[in-house]
């Protein structure tokens, strides 16, 4: 479904991208993982065309789709959930969901509000709060609620645990567990790795932007020394 081929990413005369490949298959989940600042949250904003300048060929279903700007990204059905969380903090759960509604590629409308509180039931019950009075976990589900509410083919999540409580991560993951379960492809960004081993089919390890190592989720997770290398666990 979505091909990135040979992607280079410049932050003006910082080279941070090197020849990146990454595929990702329909109804798959993977993850993208490495320390602190070799280069995946710039991956995920040079392929929703965030990043001026960046370069490489992306393909979505077969077309290709380099360097398309972030609105046409999000229209051929890419959500995408940004580290720190986009949500508005003067409107309320309702409106913010109610917001961010669109029907997906094809016209496809199977996430709706009710939907979404469903698979939050805390939403549910903050409904009318305003995004400013929600805990960090409730604000980090809105996000995600909200990425939903568009109807997406592949769903990007930047740190969707990053900072929260013991068992809010563990509603989240299960949550993005769940939406691998209803056909969305994810890429999962989370600083644990095991989680994300665990959640996800396929993984991709970055190294000083470049790809250091990528293959099956189980196998990674198995390979001690190359986790060691890679990630210093
Ligand atoms: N806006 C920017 N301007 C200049 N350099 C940047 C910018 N954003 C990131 N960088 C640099 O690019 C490199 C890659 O950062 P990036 O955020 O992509 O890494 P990351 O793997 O997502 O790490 P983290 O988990 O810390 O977010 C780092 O060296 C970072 O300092």
Do not use: C
């Not at 009318?128 to 592949?154: K, Y």
């Amino acid at each position: 479904m979505l091909r990135i081929r040979s992607l280079d990413a410049y932050y003006g005369h910082s080279h941070i991208l090197h020849g990146v490949d990454l595929d990702i298959e329909q109804g798959k989940a993977v993850g993208l993982l490495g320390r602190n600042g070799m280069g995946k949250t710039t991956l995920i904003r040079s392929l929703m065309g965030l990043v001026p300048g960046a370069r490489g060929k992306v393909e979505w279903n077969g077309k290709d789709v380099s360097g398309s700007a972030p609105e046409r990204m999000a229209r051929l059905g890419i959500g995408y959930v940004p580290e720190g969380r986009g949500i508005f903090p003067n409107l309320s759960v309702h409106e913010n969901l109610v917001m961010s509604a669109r029907a997906g590629a094809g016209g496809r409308r199977d996430w709706h509000v009710e939907r979404v509180l469903e698979t939050f039931p805390r939403l549910a019950e903050r409904l009318d709060h305003g995004g400013q009075q929600l805990s960090g976990g409730e604000q980090q589900m809105l996000s995600i609620g909200r990425a939903l509410m568009t109807n997406p083919d592949l769903l990007i999540l930047d740190e969707a645990t990053e900072g929260l409580a013991p068992l809010i991560m563990q509603e989240i993951w299960r949550v993005i567990r769940h939406i691998g379960t209803t056909g969305i492809s994810t890429l999962i960004v989370d600083r644990n790795y095991h989680a994300v081993l665990a959640a996800t089919d396929m993984a991709v390890v970055l190294e000083k932007g470049r790809v250091a190592a990528a293959g099956r989720s189980a196998a990674l997770g198995a390979d001690q020394a190359s986790l060691a290398r890679h990630l210093g666990i």
